[in-house]
């Protein structure tokens, strides 16, 4: 088991998926909901950047740190990420104007108070994969058939057994009782 997930893992798994659902764990009063967000970028020193819609215009009033979870997914692929970590609201210009990264757009929409450009700090990330359908379906379609080889050719122990299970209607119809 890894207990460890390196940054460029992060980064591969997190470009994949894009999409994520950001809870806020603030107990504050103003603070921002709930949303379905799409990671900008993630930075060599750990943050995730993504933006988010203003709500109401109380950009101002919103707690500017705050705890935050962040659950990556995407329809179609059999992994997801949970991130948890600290989010930070970016007020400053000269920092949202130094970043190379970003589109002209998102700074222009930022400086009109459109939206707000947050970046959460990962302290902790989980991996989960599962497995293919097919692959369930492969050993489920095993068992099956090692339980009926195991019935026709009378083996010591067949795993299922039809002939412990004994139905008596005892007259009435949808009435049945087992022995």
């Known amino acids: 088991m890894v207990t460890y997930l390196p940054l460029f893992f992060l980064q591969e798994k ?3 998926l894009q999409t994520a659902l950001f809870y806020n764990f603030s107990s504050s009063v103003f603070k921002p909901p709930t949303s379905l967000i799409r990671a900008l970028t993630v930075d060599d020193c750990g943050q995730i950047w ?12 919103l707690d ?3 705890p935050c979870l962040l659950q990556f997914f995407r329809k179609g692929l059999n992994f997801h990420v949970r991130i948890t970590g600290h989010a930070h609201i970016v007020n400053d210009p000269e920092e949202v104007n130094g970043i190379a990264w970003a589109a002209n757009d998102m700074k222009s929409a930022w400086i009109m108070g459109k939206i707000m450009l947050v970046k959460a ?13 097919a692959a ?6 095993a068992s099956v058939m090692k339980n009926l080889y195991a019935l026709i050719f009378q083996a ?6 039809l002939n412990r299970i004994r139905a008596k209607s005892n007259g009435y119809p949808g009435r049945i009782q087992y022995q």
């Open 14 to 16: 997190i470009s994949e």
């Open 50 to 61: 993504f933006c988010m819609p203003v709500h109401g215009g109380l950009v101002n009033e």
């Open 64 to 66: 500017k740190d705050f």
């Open 121 to 133: 700090k990962i302290q902790h990330a989980d991996y989960f994969e599962q497995k293919s359908k």
């Open 136 to 141: 369930a379906q492969k050993k489920e379609w």
């Open 156 to 161: 010591d122990e067949p795993k299922l057994s």
